[in-house]
């Protein structure tokens, strides 16, 4: 409907921003839902959750899609009538709404991905909220959620045809000319179902030069005197079902009430605050809410922001904050990497040249450099967010597996408005979600077992994210029973991961669990999957150069902690020299560097070299015969040796020539015009304009694993590895 | 032969319209336009449409492990481009590069290279007809990457089709 006269890809970005929003107001409704899982809502708790509700109605109505805006507005009808206490909060209420909230979302999703959901999905929640309305709020509140929202659930309309008195309250949104709505024919109409006694409610209309004359500002209050049913009123209304506030009352042999019900236009902003002198400046907030978007031709997608920006909760500083496509904040972030190395490349060259004239630095020189250190500190800032909209999900989580697995757990985040690079935010949801889930599935004692060792009958999870220097450490723990040792290496020796008669300490036991392929649970269950768990999220965690590391006590539980970069648009690296080759290293896995002593080092046998360092024995890799790179330092007496952490808590020697320095680095990627080069995950550009291979040090220690089992040619020298390729 | 001649003509209309988007079979015949350049005594020609820029010899990064004509990549203004010795590829041996070596950067698909030779010569115009087929007799599956033959003023003038040659 709302394609009309305006063209496709308007009408595709609305919808995109639509769905936008859809999404920002599920995390929001989320986040109170959860909290009414704890406690009743207050007011404005609950009015959030209604202003969410009718923010998606608005926007769905817009966009035609019927299944949602039914939904929602059974769903907001519920929550109407909890505002007004018309129904007590209760828990089975609350749980109702949790329900609903997921439904919702689910229907929102369903329409973005622009497929049905079966006929009776909503079915059931429905019956559920007519059957607590009716509870709580009377037969005519249940008729009139049920009636408009054509579900299934609908009851028959239950009204004598006798004459009966309706009290009519119309409030349109500000938007209502916008959608060539014309309130005479909708008086007109209802005056044809009988005796119709109107009153206008002017109090919102602001003086005459504050007044935009494309809003509206009038409501009205009708009597309707008539022999008619809540349905034949509805359907005068149908049309403007979406923008306008409706509450029709029976209020037959009672005494019309003389003024408007607050409550009841509650969330429309525009008539809320009547008694307060804000009115004016709320309505206007409205408008310059709106007027930054491009007008479209109907009120399409102006209709969920005026409705979110008509919230009675809304102040003038919504609009502190602009959304913008992350590709072109993409494009910023690389433009202004480009500027940090053409930065560095003149900043060396000024510097040769001041050398050449013997002259002090050129003027400006150091200036240039720290604002464009401090520019690509902003830019990275503006992709920064709280990890919050992540840890937002895990309440929710943990509730239902709890509930599912028959376990009392307390959830306790803390640290939520630690901020990271958006892309980074993305991919921690999995990992997150995965090691919840495993502290809930294997970690955590049913109540019972946990009284009998004389614990607390309910379990704590803890889930927090600080900063700690360049990195972010979001830790997972749990005061569950820890890491059942024996059984983790006997299945680790059953499935072959550990031979069966190796002894490993610990910490080596505890690092089984991240093995490809591993699963403790003696029963696959649908929670903790089938055994791709932590493996999985040990792999997606290093795809993002972060590192996960465990710590189990038995009996007192298990913690995991994920160190992880802040962004992945830049690195702090390492350069190192190899021949003339430059490799950078990141600096969050390297140990150490030493030049080892001859004693030190030892042959196992002619390829695999060892090097001693305070008793412990680490593997050697020479990048120069793993590369072929020609006039590089073989023996790592005469060069570096620098330690690096592989997974699992392993460590590697890595032997380069010399360390260059230490330099944030921007993060090219190798493979937009390349296949993936074994050993190396990107490419950065140094101060000279050349371009130098960041190492991939996972992919480095599997490379020699695998010259070393002989998957390669017995004597693979540099000219037959070449040949293999 | 006639038959020959219509499948020469549509691998080279394809080897056009790769990565440009111009020029079809099946529209009336618009001049094609080709860059061509030198290796060692042999000129080829690329689809002008695909090239990006023309550039002189920089030292590449060298990337480990790779075929002998992968020589590495360097930094086109903020990207990553791999450059390939076109020579190599045709098994003549790696290109001694010198200052004076051209590199033509193109973009292939999604993906920008570029491609090491020795000299850039000219842009040749010329109609889909003149584009003839490569001769079928010696034509193994390896040299797919051949698409059409130009009988230039000074010589004959062999297409390339850079998709296939570094697919």
């Given at each position: ?5 305006s063209s496709?890809?308007?009408f ?6 639509f769905?936008?929003e859809?999404?920002?107001?599920l995390?929001?409704?989320e986040?109170?839902?959860?909290q009414?899982?704890e406690?009743?809502l207050d007011?404005?708790g609950?009015?959030?959750?209604f202003?969410?509700?009718?923010s998606i109605k ?6 035609g ?7 929602t507005?059974s769903?907001e009808?519920l929550?109407?009538?909890?505002r ?8 089975h209420i609350a749980?109702v709404l949790?329900?609903?909230g997921?439904i919702?979302?689910?229907l929102?999703?369903a329409a973005q991905e622009e497929?049905?959901v079966a006929?009776?999905?909503t079915a059931?929640i429905?019956?559920?909220i ?9 037969a005519?509140a249940?008729?009139?959620a049920?009636?408009a929202a054509?579900?299934p659930a ?9 004459p009966?008195s309706?009290q009519?309250?119309l409030a349109p949104?500000?938007d209502?000319f ?6 005479l024919?909708?008086?007109?109409e209802?005056?044809g ?5 109107v009153r206008?409610?002017s109090?919102?209309l602001?003086t005459?030069?504050?007044m935009?004359p ?5 409501g009205?209050?009708f009597?309707?005197?008539s022999?008619?049913?809540r349905q034949?009123?509805?359907?005068v ?6 923008t306008?506030?409706?509450d029709?009352?029976?209020v037959t ?8 019900s607050?409550e009841?236009?509650?969330g429309?902003g525009l008539?809320?605050p009547?008694e307060?002198?804000?009115a004016?400046?709320?309505g206007?907030?409205q408008?310059?809410g ?5 007008a479209?031709?109907v009120?399409?997608a102006r209709?969920?922001?005026a409705?979110?920006a008509g ?7 919504a609009?502190?904050?602009?959304r913008?496509?992350?590709n072109r904040i993409d494009?910023l972030?690389?433009?202004?990497g480009?500027l940090v190395i053409t930065?560095a490349m003149l900043?060396?060259e000024?510097g040769e040249?001041a050398?050449y004239l ?8 150091e200036a ?8 690509q500190?902003?830019v990275?800032?503006?992709?920064m967010?709280?990890?919050k ?5 895990m ?11 028959g376990?009392k757990?307390n959830?306790?985040?803390s640290?939520e408005?630690?901020?990271?690079d958006?892309t ?7 990992p997150?979600?995965h ?5 809930i599935d ?8 946990r009284v ?5 009958e309910?379990g704590?999870?803890?889930l ?9 450490v979001i830790?997972?723990?749990?005061d569950?029973?820890?890491i059942n040792r024996?059984?983790?290496l ?7 991961i550990?031979p069966?008669d ?5 910490h ?5 669990i ?7 649970a003696?029963q696959?269950?649908?929670i ?5 768990g932590m493996d ?12 996960i590391?465990?710590?189990?006590h038995p009996?007192?539980?298990?913690r995991?902690n ?11 690296g390492?350069?190192?020299?190899v021949?003339n ?9 390297i140990?150490?560097s030493f030049?080892?002593d001859p ?5 196992l046998?002619?390829r695999?070299q060892?090097?001693s360092i305070r008793?412990?024995f680490?593997?050697?890799?020479k990048?120069c015969d793993?590369?072929h790179?020609?006039d590089?330092?073989h023996?790592p007496a005469?060069?570096l040796?620098v330690?690096v ?5 392993g ?8 360390l260059?320095?230490?330099?944030q680095i921007?993060?090219?990627s190798l493979n937009d015009?390349?296949d ?7 490419a950065t550009i140094?101060g ?5 291979l ?5 992919q480095?220690a599997?490379?020699r694993?695998?010259?070393s089992?002989?998957r390669?040619?017995?004597d693979?020298?540099?000219a037959a590895l070449?040949?293999?390729e | 032969m ?7 003509q ?6 056009i319209a790769?990565?440009?988007?111009h020029?079809?079979?099946?529209t009336?015949?618009e001049?094609?336009?080709f ?8 000129e ?10 023309i ?6 990064t060298p990337?480990?492990n790779?075929?002998?004509?992968v020589?590495?990549v ?5 990207a990553?481009v ?16 010198t200052p004076?070596?051209?590199?033509i950067?193109?973009n ?7 491609i090491l030779?020795?000299a850039?010569?000219d842009?040749l115009t ?6 003839k087929?490569?001769?079928d007799?010696?034509r193994?599956?390896?040299?797919a990457?051949l698409?059409?033959?130009i009988?230039?003023d000074?010589?004959?003038?062999v297409v390339l089709?850079?998709r296939?040659?570094?697919?």
């Open positions: 409907m709302s394609s009309d006269g496709g890809s308007d595709e970005r609305f919808r995109v921003t769905f936008e859809c999404n920002e107001i995390a929001d409704l986040v109170h839902l959860t009414l899982q406690e009743a007011v404005e609950l009015n959030a959750v202003r969410a509700a009718h608005a926007g769905a109505g817009a966009f899609f019927t299944r949602l805006v039914t939904f507005h769903f009808a929550l109407d009538k909890l007004d206490g018309q129904i007590e909060q209760s828990p749980d949790i329900r609903g997921d919702l979302a689910e929102v999703t497929r049905e006929a009776d999905f059931p429905l019956a559920e007519a059957e607590v309305m009716d509870e709580g709020g009377g005519a249940v008729a009139s049920a009636a054509v579900g609908s009851a028959a309309d239950v009204e004598p045809n006798g009966r309706w009519i309250t949104g500000p209502l916008k959608n060539a709505t014309e309130p024919l909708l008086i007109r209802l005056q179902l009988g005796d119709l006694i206008c409610n109090d919102a602001p005459l030069r504050r935009d494309e809003l509206s500002y009038l009205w209050v009597t309707l005197e022999t008619c049913t034949d009123i509805q359907e209304f149908e049309f403007v079902d979406d306008c506030s409706i029709i009352e029976d042999g009672r005494t019309p009430r003389a003024t408007t607050q009841e236009e509650d429309f008539f809320e009547l307060s002198d804000s004016p400046e709320a206007m907030a408008a310059e709106g007027q930054p978007a491009p479209p031709p009120g399409a209709a969920p922001a409705a979110a919230a009675p909760a809304s102040k003038p500083a609009a502190s904050s602009i913008v496509e992350l494009r972030v690389n433009t202004v480009e930065q900043s060396q000024l040249l050398d013997g002259r002090q630095p050129i003027a400006g020189q240039l450099a720290a604002l464009t250190r401090e520019l500190e902003c990275m800032a503006i992709r967010q709280p990890v909209s992540v840890f937002a999900r309440p929710r989580l943990v509730r239902d597996l709890s509930g599912k697995l376990k757990i959830l306790r985040m640290g408005h630690t901020e990271v958006k980074i935010i993305e991919e921690l949801a999995d997150l979600t090691m919840i889930r495993n502290s294997h970690g955590m004692e049913m109540p019972a077992d009998a060792v004389g614990k607390p309910e704590t999870i803890e927090s994210a600080a900063h700690v220097g360049g990195n972010i830790s997972v723990s749990d569950g029973a820890g024996e059984r983790v006997r299945k680790a020796m059953e499935k072959g550990v069966a190796a002894v490993l300490s610990d080596e036991i505890d690092e089984l991240f093995a490809p392929g591993f699963s403790t003696d696959v269950t649908d903790s999957g089938r055994g791709v999985v999220v040990r792999r997606n965690i290093m795809g993002i150069g972060g590192r590391q465990v710590t189990s009996a007192r539980g298990t995991f994920l160190l992880i970069p802040l962004t992945l648009a830049v690195l702090d390492m350069i190192v020299a021949g080759q430059r490799y950078i290293l990141p600096i969050t896995s140990v150490e030049r080892p004693t030190q080092l030892r042959f046998d002619d695999t060892l090097v008793g412990e680490i593997r050697i890799i990048l793993l590369f790179v020609p590089a330092v023996d005469r060069g040796v330690l952490e592989v997974a699992g808590g460590k590697v020697g890595i032997v380069v020539d010399e260059i320095g230490q330099q921007v993060i090219k015009n390349f993936p080069v074994e050993g190396i995950s990107g140094l000279n304009g050349k371009v130098a960041i190492l991939d040090i996972e480095l599997i490379m694993a695998d010259v089992s002989g390669l040619p017995p693979p020298g540099p070449v040949a293999a | 006639q038959t020959d001649m219509h499948a020469a549509a691998d080279a209309s394809a080897a790769m990565g440009s988007g020029a079809s079979a099946d009336a015949p001049p094609c336009q860059i061509s350049f030198t290796l060692g005594d042999d080829y020609a690329i689809d002008i449409m695909a090239v990006r820029e550039k002189g010899w920089t030292d590449t990337l480990p790779q075929p002998a004509h020589l590495g360097l930094n086109l203004r903020g990553i791999p450059i390939m010795d076109l020579r190599s590829r045709f098994g003549q041996g790696m290109t001694e590069t004076m070596h051209v590199v950067i193109v292939v698909g999604e993906r920008t290279f570029g030779v020795d850039v010569s842009i010329v109609e889909p007809a003149e584009i087929g490569v001769p007799n010696d193994t599956g390896s040299e990457y698409s059409g033959i009988n230039a000074h010589g004959m003038v089709s850079l296939e040659l570094f697919q």
